[in-house]
C-alpha cells in the first residue's frame, strides 16, 4: 500500500487572545479564609455536633397498635477525640 500523506497543518487563528482586551477581569482573588473555630485544640466548647450516621428510630408495635406516645431524653458526652463516652 502507497504510505498515507502527513495531515496539513492546521492555520494559525487570526485574533488576540489577550483576555483583557476582550473586557474580561482576570486579577487575582482574595482567597484569604478564617478558620479560627476558638476553644481548647481547636474545638469549640459549646455548639452542634455533626452526625456521621443518623439511625431512624424503630416505633414499638406494640406502642404503635396502642396509640401509645411519648419522648426520650438522651444525654452523653463527647471526647476530645470525638468518641461517646457514658451514653
Do not use: C, H, W
Amino acid at each position: 500500500p502507497p504510505p498515507e500523506e502527513p495531515p496539513p497543518d492546521a492555520p494559525t487563528p487570526d485574533f488576540d487572545a489577550n483576555a483583557n482586551s476582550m473586557g474580561v477581569d482576570v486579577s487575582a482573588v482574595d482567597v484569604k479564609v478564617d478558620v479560627n473555630v476558638g476553644g481548647i485544640g481547636g474545638f469549640s466548647s459549646d455548639g452542634e455536633y455533626l452526625p456521621i450516621v443518623k439511625v431512624a428510630p424503630v416505633y414499638p408495635r406494640r406502642a404503635q397498635t396502642r396509640g401509645i406516645e411519648g419522648y426520650v431524653l438522651l444525654e452523653f458526652f463527647v471526647t476530645t477525640a470525638g468518641a461517646v463516652r457514658d451514653p
